[in-house]
């Protein structure tokens, strides 16, 4: 059974830099193929995704926020990772990581954390 | 990487089909087979109906259909049930091998 769950701070202020868990199960990301993203939500607003990371290590990340996202992954602890600097109250959303079914969907989802962005 | 277009709301009466489209480029939609489709519901984390432009992961209803076209997909529910009322998104993967989701549509069953 394939479980992801996201973990991080509630509350974040301006300028501050977000650090983001997935801890995930029933799946390893030292497996050939395996792939994890995380993708936001901002309240009210369309999904947006933000960047991946492969079994082989290759990490990708989305063009417009590419300069303030830092993906990592730990296998032994089947966790990836997910910063962001310089944060702002525009990137107040509900972040989600979710495994990749091949390269073109995301399969299994985590709940969501809401990340708050205000001083 | 643009998002990709799709229209802000559907409606369709109860049995009937709706049809939601998903425009982009030749660099996402139009380049690859790598199109998918998800359903969430308020609250809820997205679920996904269609991967690979057409094909439905086990457990989704077979009223739930995708094809593409040049730079458009289309998710087709046909059959429309209450429960299909939600938000729709499509992604696609790009030549940047990065991801790029759609606007979201909201389907409301009148």
């Known amino acids: 059974q394939v479980t992801l769950k996201e973990s991080g701070p509630a509350l974040v202020k301006p300028t501050q830099t977000l650090t983001l868990t997935c801890t995930f199960s029933g799946f390893s990301l030292s497996t050939s193929g395996m792939r994890v993203s995380w993708i936001r939500q901002p309240p009210g607003k369309a999904l947006e995704w933000l960047a991946r990371i492969d079994w082989d290590d290759d990490k990708f990340y989305s063009t417009s926020l590419k300069t303030r996202l830092t993906i990592s992954k730990d296998t032994s602890k089947n966790q990836v990772v997910l910063t962001m600097t310089n944060m702002d109250p525009v990137d107040t959303a509900t972040y989600y990581c979710?495994?990749?079914?091949?390269?073109?969907?995301?399969?299994?989802w985590g709940q969501g954390t809401l990340v708050t962005v205000s001083s | 990487q643009s998002a990709l277009t799709q229209p802000a709301s559907v409606s369709g009466s109860p049995g009937q089909s709706i049809t939601i489209s998903c425009t982009g480029t030749s660099s996402d939609v139009g380049g690859y087979n790598y199109v998918s489709w998800y359903q969430q519901h308020p609250g809820k984390a997205p679920k996904l109906m269609i991967y690979?432009?057409?094909n439905r992961p086990s457990g989704v209803s077979n009223r739930f259909s995708g094809s593409k076209s040049g730079n458009t997909a289309s998710l087709t529910i046909s059959g429309l049930q209450a429960e299909d009322e939600a938000d729709y998104y499509c992604?696609?993967?790009?030549?940047?091998?990065?991801?790029?989701f759609g606007t979201g549509t909201k389907v409301t069953v009148l």
């Open positions: 979710a495994r990749h079914y091949a390269l073109g969907a995301f399969d299994y």
């Open positions: 992604s696609s993967y790009t030549s940047s091998s990065t991801q790029v």
């Open positions: 690979d432009v057409s």
